[in-house]
């Protein structure tokens, strides 16, 4: 999106105003929060330090107090007198701890030790002889009386003390000890020595009251700063103070990477997450407590510690906004002082554009208008010119058509013609024919006549013959052989007779042939009269067909012609409409540029009126 003029005559201002105060004040935020963070780092160091050499102190004190107690004369004749009482209530069956055994126990001595207690701040003070038998105990608890090497406290901190007390003075640190309730309990011990013989240990039980006093000290460190002690017991690492700030009690565990560098030896500062979930400055160091695995942390939240920062950057924040609306009053006003005749200019622009984008828009409807026309007339003539094409082709194959029954006909007309001629040869012959049966008819006539005078010859031969053997027998011997000449010749007469006849019947059926033959032929050549006179016709009428066909003929050419040069025509129509569509689109792509140059316009002007 862009900006106005105005707004980016405002932004100028804003940048070239705001910019340097904004460079300056990160410069100046850079060097507050190194500043910051060096001094908070050595404060928190030091804090360390303070608290770290008075725990140590405070645990070297103890030891010494321990040592002095065990070389107290009057404590070595306590603990004789307290191991002497514990024998005789054990032999005669009374409890060491009962009110009996607390009034005899009431001497100058154990009111000096019950002073000492309150005044050093120990919780307990505990004499174990060398069994390991609790003789004595200031508190009175449940632990006055145990055997710490075979009872119930066997592993306590008080057993591990005791066992290790023997060689000298030593520290126990906190666990868990169940006379007092499970609380978190420290011992300091040290031998009690007559003449280089060890006769037991004094203990001292610790609580963590002074060692929170020191840790939670919180003088130089704010409302979120604090100290606190870790430590390792065994393969654990827990807490060796209470926490003040977040939850966190002593003995809970408690482990991190740079605890356990600090229990390790190591020292250093950090910036991590803490507890709450907040960035926090921390240093961290170990201890040198003897028998101790400890470490100091000093933590403190980043937020308060660069609180000075955080008003730093407020109060930069307020110059820049009160700078930031002077300088948009300033812009504004000689924003309006160039932007308002630019106003008035703009105004005409809109105006003149919006006059010409009617006009345009006018003449762009006229002229689709008129695109519109033209297409549906290019439309029709397209479709005419398609019926013209199709009424061109079905006139062509009429003609086609017309052609092939033309020749189909003269073809006809010249085998009719053939025909006819065959009909006057075949009738020619035929009355040849019949002229060759009536001479045939002729001949058989004859033939019938000669028939009949060889029949009458045999008739008579007969005769003769029948007349000789009657000569024969009347000439008796000399008559026998005329007699069988006689009766051969009347055989032969007889044989020609029954030819002669058979000769007839064959004459006649020949005859009754060519009557049926002459018949015929007068028959056929009837037909061939009729077949001649059909033929004629048919040949009349196959002329007349060759007319009309030929007619049709020219005539479909005439149409396909016609429409030839119809279709010729009405795609000269489609074309000249083709370059009136082509002109009126033409025509209305110059508006569309015409009005897309007025809408640019346009809206150049009022780009130009936002920008204003």
Same mark, same amino acid.
């Given at each position: 999106?862009?900006?106005?003029?105005?707004?980016?005559?405002?932004?100028?201002?804003?940048?070239?105003?705001?910019?340097?105060?904004?460079?300056?004040?990160?410069?100046?935020?850079?060097?507050?929060?190194?500043?910051?963070?060096?001094?908070?780092?050595?404060?928190?160091?030091?804090?360390?330090?303070?608290?770290?050499?008075?725990?140590?102190?405070?645990?070297?004190?103890?030891?010494?107090?321990?040592?002095?107690?065990?070389?107290?004369?009057?404590?070595?004749?306590?603990?004789?007198?307290?191991?002497?009482?514990?024998?005789?209530?054990?032999?005669?069956?009374?409890?060491?701890?009962?009110?009996?055994?607390?009034?005899?126990?009431?001497?100058?001595?154990?009111?000096?030790?019950?002073?000492?207690?309150?005044?050093?701040?120990?919780?307990?003070?505990?004499?174990?002889?060398?069994?390991?038998?609790?003789?004595?105990?200031?508190?009175?608890?449940?632990?006055?009386?145990?055997?710490?090497?075979?009872?119930?406290?066997?592993?306590?901190?008080?057993?591990?003390?005791?066992?290790?007390?023997? @060689? %000298? &003075?030593?520290?126990?640190?906190?666990?868990?000890?169940?006379?007092?309730? +499970?609380? =978190?309990? /420290?011992? #300091?011990?040290?031998?009690?020595?007559?003449?280089?013989?060890?006769?037991?240990?004094?203990?001292?039980?610790?609580?963590?009251?002074?060692?929170?006093?020191?840790?939670?000290?919180?003088?130089?460190?704010?409302?979120?700063?604090?100290?606190?002690?870790?430590?390792?017991?065994?393969?654990?690492?827990?807490?060796?103070?209470?926490?003040?700030?977040?939850?966190?009690?002593?003995?809970?565990?408690?482990?991190?990477?740079?605890?356990?560098?600090?229990?390790?030896?190591?020292?250093?500062?950090?910036?991590?997450?803490?507890? @709450? %979930? &907040?960035?926090?400055?921390?240093?961290?160091?170990?201890?040198?407590?003897? +028998?101790? =695995?400890? /470490?100091? #942390?000093?933590?403190?939240?980043?937020?308060?510690?660069?609180?000075?920062?955080?008003?730093?950057?407020?109060?930069?924040?307020?110059?820049?906004?009160?700078?930031?609306?002077?300088?948009?009053?300033?812009?504004?006003?000689?924003?309006?002082?160039?932007?308002?005749?630019?106003?008035?200019?703009?105004?005409?622009?809109?105006?003149?554009?919006?006059?010409?984008?009617?006009?345009?828009?006018?003449?762009?409807?006229?002229?689709?208008?008129?695109?519109?026309?033209?297409?549906?007339?290019?439309?029709?003539?397209?479709?005419? @010119?398609?019926?013209?094409?199709?009424?061109?082709?079905?006139?062509?194959?009429?003609?086609?058509?017309?052609?092939?029954?033309?020749?189909?006909?003269?073809?006809?007309?010249?085998?009719?013609?053939?025909?006819?001629?065959?009909?006057?040869?075949?009738?020619?012959?035929?009355?040849?024919?019949?002229?060759?049966?009536?001479?045939?008819?002729?001949?058989?006539?004859?033939?019938?006549?000669?028939?009949?005078?060889?029949?009458?010859?045999?008739?008579?031969?007969?005769?003769?013959?029948?007349?000789?053997?009657?000569?024969?027998?009347?000439?008796?011997?000399?008559?026998?052989?005329?007699?069988?000449?006689?009766?051969?010749?009347?055989?032969?007469?007889?044989?020609?007779?029954?030819?002669?006849?058979?000769?007839?019947?064959?004459?006649?059926?020949?005859?009754?042939?060519?009557?049926?033959?002459?018949?015929?032929?007068?028959?056929?050549?009837?037909?061939?009269?009729?077949?001649?006179?059909?033929?004629?016709?048919?040949?009349?009428?196959?002329?007349?067909?060759?007319?009309?066909?030929?007619?049709?003929?020219?005539?479909?050419?005439?149409?396909?012609?016609?429409?030839?040069?119809?279709?010729?025509?009405?795609?000269?129509?489609?074309?000249?409409?083709?370059?009136?569509?082509?002109?009126?689109?033409?025509?209305?792509?110059?508006?569309?540029?015409?009005?897309?140059?007025?809408?640019?316009?346009?809206?150049?002007?009022?780009?130009?009126?936002?920008?204003?």
């Amino acid at each position: 999106m862009k900006m106005r003029l105005s707004v980016k005559l405002i932004s100028l201002f804003l940048l070239f105003g705001i910019l340097p105060l904004l460079v300056v004040s990160i410069l100046l935020n850079q060097q507050a929060s190194d500043a910051l963070r060096a001094k908070s780092y050595a404060m928190l160091e030091a804090v360390r330090e303070s608290h770290g050499n008075q725990v140590e102190k405070f645990f070297q004190s103890r030891l010494s107090d321990a040592q002095v107690i065990a070389e107290t004369v009057a404590v070595v004749e306590t603990l004789k007198t307290a191991r002497r009482t514990w024998q005789e209530y054990q032999k005669t069956g009374r409890r060491v701890g009962s009110s009996e055994w607390t009034a005899s126990m009431q001497t100058p001595l154990s009111h000096f030790l019950e002073q000492f207690k309150k005044q050093y701040g120990y919780y307990d003070l505990l004499l174990i002889d060398v069994e390991g038998r609790v003789v004595y105990s200031v508190a009175r608890e449940s632990d006055l009386g145990e055997d710490l090497l075979k009872g119930p406290l066997q592993g306590s901190g008080l057993a591990r003390l005791f066992t290790k007390a023997k @060689g %000298g &003075e030593v520290l126990e640190d906190f666990s868990a000890y169940s006379p007092s309730k +499970g609380a =978190q309990t /420290a011992f #300091v011990g040290a031998p009690i020595k007559r003449d280089g013989e060890l006769l037991g240990v004094v203990a001292m039980q610790l609580t963590t009251a002074e060692i929170d006093a020191i840790v939670q000290s919180r003088a130089g460190m704010g409302q979120s700063g604090e100290s606190y002690l870790v430590g390792k017991l065994g393969d654990k690492t827990a807490y060796r103070s209470d926490r003040v700030t977040v939850q966190g009690r002593i003995g809970q565990e408690k482990s991190d990477t740079f605890i356990e560098q600090a229990i390790a030896g190591s020292m250093g500062t950090a910036l991590r997450i803490g507890a @709450g %979930g &907040e960035p926090v400055l921390s240093s961290y160091g170990p201890l040198s407590i003897p +028998g101790f =695995q400890w /470490a100091i #942390v000093s933590v403190i939240k980043e937020s308060e510690a660069f609180a000075a920062v955080t008003t730093l950057n407020l109060t930069i924040l307020v110059v820049a906004v009160v700078c930031a609306v002077v300088v948009v009053c300033v812009g504004w006003l000689v924003a309006r002082s160039i932007s308002k005749p630019l106003l008035d200019v703009i105004q005409v622009i809109s105006s003149s554009s919006a006059e010409m984008a009617a006009t345009v828009t006018e003449q762009e409807r006229v002229a689709a208008q008129q695109a519109a026309s033209v297409n549906e007339t290019n439309t029709t003539m397209e479709e005419l @010119g398609a019926s013209s094409r199709q009424s061109a082709e079905q006139a062509e194959v009429a003609a086609n058509s017309a052609d092939k029954a033309l020749e189909l006909s003269q073809f006809g007309m010249s085998r009719v013609e053939d025909s006819m001629a065959s009909m006057e040869k075949a009738k020619t012959k035929v009355e040849a024919i019949a002229q060759q049966i009536l001479l045939l008819s002729e001949k058989t006539g004859q033939i019938r006549d000669i028939a009949n005078l060889v029949s009458d010859f045999a008739n008579e031969t007969k005769m003769l013959a029948m007349n000789a053997a009657v000569e024969a027998v009347r000439a008796g011997e000399h008559g026998k052989g005329f007699a069988v000449l006689a009766m051969e010749t009347r055989k032969l007469a007889d044989e020609s007779k029954r030819s002669a006849g058979r000769i007839n019947g064959l004459v006649s059926e020949v005859q009754k042939a060519n009557n049926s033959t002459v018949m015929a032929t007068e028959e056929g050549s009837k037909v061939v009269d009729d077949g001649m006179v059909i033929s004629q016709n048919t040949a009349e009428t196959f002329r007349e067909v060759a007319q009309a066909m030929n007619a049709a003929s020219q005539g479909a050419q005439q149409i396909s012609l016609n429409v030839r040069q119809q279709s010729v025509a009405i795609r000269q129509v489609v074309e000249a409409m083709k370059s009136v569509n082509a002109g009126a689109r033409e025509s209305q792509a110059g508006m569309g540029q015409v009005k897309e140059g007025i809408r640019t316009l346009n809206e150049a002007a009022q780009t130009l009126q936002k920008m204003v």
